[in-house]
């Protein structure tokens, strides 16, 4: 699961729009939007700190989606 697509199920479950999201994460509903629409793969950490803050959930639930984009990449 993509970044934009964890982070669009998580706004679905709790009824929240793109806009209100930004609003409550203190950003513009622009990024949100990129984030959702996977033109951005991934937040920095203070971003993804604030998303999850206004989606009253704990940081490590985005882990899953950061993990799965170093699987099987070669050193």
Request: one cysteine or more; a negative charge.
């Amino acid at each position: 699961m993509t970044f934009g697509e964890l982070l669009a199920q998580l706004m679905e479950e709790r009824g929240m729009s793109q806009n209100e999201l930004a609003r409550r994460a203190g950003l513009d509903s622009a990024h949100i939007n990129m984030y959702v629409k996977n033109k951005v793969r991934r937040p920095t950490i203070e971003t993804a700190f604030a998303l999850a803050d206004a989606l009253e959930v704990n940081v490590n639930v985005f882990r899953q989606c950061f993990d799965l984009d170093t699987e099987g990449e070669q050193e």
